[in-house]
């Protein structure tokens, strides 16, 4: 995420929105984004409905047993169809914002 | 005849100890977060001076001290080590499938959820003018 916000520019450069979902709460959110500088959206899923809806689903995983999300990361283009999907085997590895950036450019021919 | 001071034991269990402990300065970089060689390498060095010093301590214990404090920390340090590779190689990599996940040419899921500053926001207006990128990611809780 942090790595994300550094490559912000990049991406309103190409007009995409960078967007951030987890179960954390609005304030967690708003007092997260406050304290780390995010400058996108970071969107509440109190109840994991949409993260279960994308079967990212990690049951047990957060504290006290909470189901949380699995770390993953998709490029949606302007008719909402997924261009680039990256699913991690190992939750320390995540997608670097370059991989998105080059899935992009990729489809719109730089 | 007072018995050297035999460092290596010191040193290589300090080291070992390191090996763990700086796994979370390590993460911040993904060079040494996606394999932990900085960590394995702590380790190795760890494991190096411990065998120098048992030697030391065994082969030639009326010079060198060590044959009890030296096998306790390498005892500990191999159960260090082997802690660190049960997170790293095993409960890192247990993430469920996601077999049903969306997949590359397939329309995105509709959903409106609240953002940090509690309004609500739906991925058809996120995808203006060129689409968006979205991040799950497990949470600060």
Redesign the interface.
């Known amino acids: ?1 942090r790595s ?1 916000q550094r490559k912000l520019s990049e ?1 309103d450069a ?11 709460s ?1 304030d ?3 007092q ?2 406050q304290r780390m500088g ?1 400058a996108f ?5 109190a109840d994991a ?3 279960r ?7 047990g ?3 006290k047993g909470i189901d ?18 990256n ?10 914002p370059e991989q ?1 950036l080059q899935a ?1 450019d990729e489809r719109h021919g730089d | 005849m007072k018995r050297k001071w035999n460092w290596p034991l010191w040193v290589g269990f300090v080291v070992a100890v390191g090996g763990l402990f700086s796994y979370e300065f390590f ?1 911040q970089f ?1 060079i040494t ?2 394999f932990p060689w900085a960590n394995l390498l702590f380790f190795g060095i760890g494991a190096t001076l411990l065998l120098v010093g048992l030697f030391r301590a065994f082969g030639r214990p009326q010079l060198y001290r060590g044959k009890i404090f030296g096998s306790i920390f390498t005892a500990i340090s191999v159960l260090l080590f082997a802690f660190f590779a049960y997170e ?1 190689f095993y409960v ?5 499938l ?14 409106s ?6 309004k609500s ?1 739906a ?2 207006d ?16």
């Open positions: 995420m994300f991406f190409r007009g995409v929105r960078v967007v951030a979902i987890s179960v954390d609005v967690t959110n708003q997260h984004s995010f959206s970071v969107l509440s899923d409905a949409v993260i809806r994308y079967d990212l689903l990690h049951r995983a957060g504290p949380i999300a699995r770390p993953a990361e998709f490029l949606i283009d302007s008719h909402g169809i997924i261009r680039w999907v699913l991690t085997d190992n939750i320390a590895v995540r997608a670097r998105a992009f | 993460a993904p977060r996606d790293i890192l990599r247990q993430v469920p996601s077999a049903q996940a969306p997949r590359v040419g397939e329309k995105a899921p509709e959903f959820l609240p953002d940090q500053n509690s926001v991925l058809k996120l995808l203006s003018p060129n689409g968006a990128v979205l991040i799950f990611y497990r949470g600060h809780w």
